[in-house]
Structures are given as structure tokens and as C-alpha cells.
């Protein structure tokens, strides 16, 4: 089982930057792949950002060039910089993690490919 802690969100200016961080339990972190998602008020959740454990990356077009995401395998944590933060990117952030050595092909952009939820942790940005 793996147990995940999003921190780090928070209320910023757009056009500042933010850095979430979500800690993980467990002995494989690293096999694991991670991902970022987020839910708008009145909007369903959303892909951000996710990372294999191989270290490829994928972003959704709308953080691309904006987001980073990165893994710290020693420290089991995953983290998500934020710049250029806009208003439209205020949402709770959740931390999810896909479980290692499946044989199925991997879709990182959707949500059921990863069973592993942190709490969510809100980021919010003013205009």
C-alpha cells in the first residue's frame, strides 16, 4: 500500500510561482509512476502533470512551458513547481500513483490509471 501527503499549496499573485510536494510512503517509490490532477470549483478533475519511473514526463497543454514536475526517489517525494501562475490555475491538486509492473499499457492522462490518492491540497491564485 502506498500513502500519499500533498503540502505546499496556497494563495499566491498570478504570475508567481508555488512549489507542491507530495510524500509518499512505502519501499518502491521509485517504480511507481506519479502524476499531478486538479479540480477547478464547478469543473471535474483535470490531468496536470505525470512523471514514470523512468523519469518520462507528460504535461497537459494548458501548463506546459509553466510546470515542472520532478521526482526525488531518496526522499520518496514527488514535486510539481508552478510559475507563471494564471487565476484559471486555482484548483486542489491531488498527488496520485500508479502502481509498478503492470503489464497493461499506460495512459498517464487518465485518472483511472492511478490507485494511490492523496488528499488534495488547495492552490489558490489572485488576479
Known amino acids: 500500500q502506498l500513502q500519499l501527503v500533498e503540502s505546499g499549496g496556497g494563495l499566491v499573485q498570478a504570475g508567481g510561482s508555488l512549489r507542491l510536494a507530495c510524500a509518499a510512503s512505502?519501499?518502491?517509490?521509485?517504480?511507481?509512476?506519479m502524476a499531478w490532477f486538479r479540480r477547478a470549483p464547478g469543473k471535474e478533475r483535470e490531468f496536470v502533470t505525470a512523471i514514470r519511473s523512468g523519469g518520462n514526463t507528460y504535461y497537459a497543454d494548458s501548463v506546459k512551458g509553466r510546470f515542472t514536475i520532478s521526482r526525488d526517489n531518496a526522499k520518496n517525494t514527488v514535486y510539481l513547481q508552478m510559475n507563471s501562475l494564471k487565476p484559471e490555475d486555482t484548483a486542489v491538486y491531488y498527488c496520485?500513483?500508479?502502481?509498478?509492473?503492470?503489464?497493461?499499457?499506460?495512459?498517464?492522462?487518465?485518472?483511472?490509471?492511478?490507485?494511490?490518492w492523496g488528499q488534495g491540497t488547495q492552490v489558490t491564485v489572485s488576479s
Open positions: 496520485a500513483a500508479r502502481a509498478p509492473f503492470s503489464s497493461s499499457p499506460f495512459y498517464p492522462r487518465l485518472s483511472t490509471e492511478y490507485g494511490y
Open positions: 512505502g519501499r518502491t517509490f521509485s517504480s511507481y509512476a
